[in-house]
C-alpha cells in the first residue's frame, strides 16, 4: 500500500488554465503538506495543515489555493498558471506537528506549464 | 532563522568506500536535524535523525550520521558505498514560525563508482 500519493504524476498544460493536483496519506498522521522542488532541486515549503486547519502558508502567489477535506486528503489548486509554476511538486505528511517527527513524501506530481 | 548548508553539489566515492555527505546547521535553540534521500524521479525518503541524545545517529540502509555540536555538523556516513547509494541527499533542520517547518539544505548529490 502507498503510504502518501498523488495524481496525476505528470500534468502538462497551458499558461492560464487552471489546474489541480491531489494527495491522499493512508498513514493515520495528522500533518499534512506541499513543496515545490525547482529545476536545480531547491526544496521549498509551501503549505502545511495540521488536522484539516492551515498552519503554515509561506509567501506563495494567491493562485495557490490548498484545501484540505480531511486530515488524510491535502489537495492543491492553481488558478492562471505561469510558465514560473512548473516544477515537481511533492506531498508529505508526518505524525503531527511536533519538531520530532520526519516527513514521508509523495512520488511527485511533474508539471510542466507551455 | 535557521539553516542548513551543504557545502558540496556533489561527491564520488568508489563502491566498497567509505562515504560522507557534508551537512553544518545554523539553529537558535536545540536543533533537530533530519537526512533524506531522493532517488530518481521518486519522493524523499527518511534516513535518520537527531532530536537529542547519543551524537551518533544510526539510520536506514547502513547510514550514519554524527552530531557535533561544537563544529555544528550533521555529516551523514556510511562506512561502505554500494553503487545502489548513488542518489541525491538532503540535510534538514526544523524550524519553528508559528509552526514546525523543514528547511531543506540544497542537497549533494552522490555518485558511487563501480
Known amino acids: 500500500d502507498t503510504a502518501v500519493s498523488q495524481t496525476p504524476k505528470y500534468l502538462v498544460t497551458q499558461m492560464g488554465n487552471d489546474k489541480s493536483i491531489k494527495c491522499e496519506q493512508n498513514?493515520?498522521?495528522?500533518?499534512m503538506y506541499w513543496y515545490k522542488q525547482d529545476s536545480k532541486k531547491f526544496l521549498k515549503i509551501m503549505f502545511s495543515?495540521?488536522?484539516?486547519?492551515?498552519?503554515i502558508n509561506e509567501t506563495v502567489p494567491n493562485r495557490f489555493s490548498p484545501k484540505s477535506p480531511d486530515k488524510a486528503h491535502l489537495n492543491l489548486h492553481i488558478n492562471s498558471l505561469e510558465l514560473g509554476d512548473s516544477a515537481v511538486y511533492f506531498c508529505?505528511?508526518?505524525?503531527?506537528?511536533?519538531?520530532?517527527?520526519?516527513?514521508?513524501f509523495g512520488p511527485g506530481t511533474r508539471l510542466t506549464v507551455t | 532563522a535557521q539553516s542548513v548548508a551543504q557545502p558540496e553539489d556533489q561527491v564520488n566515492v568508489a563502491e566498497g568506500n567509505p562515504l560522507t555527505v557534508k551537512c553544518t546547521y545554523s539553529?537558535?535553540?536545540?536543533?533537530?536535524l533530519f537526512w533524506y534521500v531522493q532517488y530518481p524521479n521518486r519522493g524523499l525518503q527518511f534516513l535518520l535523525k537527531y532530536i537529542t541524545g547519543d551524537n551518533l545517529v544510526k539510520g536506514s540502509y547502513g547510514f550514519e550520521a554524527e552530531f557535533n555540536k561544537s563544529q555544528t555538523s550533521f555529516h551523514l556516513k556510511k562506512p561502505s558505498a554500494l553503487v545502489s547509494d548513488s542518489a541525491l541527499y538532503f540535510c534538514a533542520v526544523r524550524e519553528y514560525t508559528g509552526g514546525f517547518k523543514t528547511i531543506f539544505g540544497a542537497g549533494t548529490r552522490l555518485f558511487v563508482k563501480a
Open positions: 498513514l493515520g498522521h495528522d500533518t
Open positions: 539553529v537558535s535553540g536545540n536543533p533537530y
Open positions: 495543515y495540521n488536522n484539516k486547519e492551515l498552519i
Open positions: 508529505a505528511s508526518s505524525q503531527d506537528t511536533s519538531a520530532s517527527y520526519e516527513q514521508y
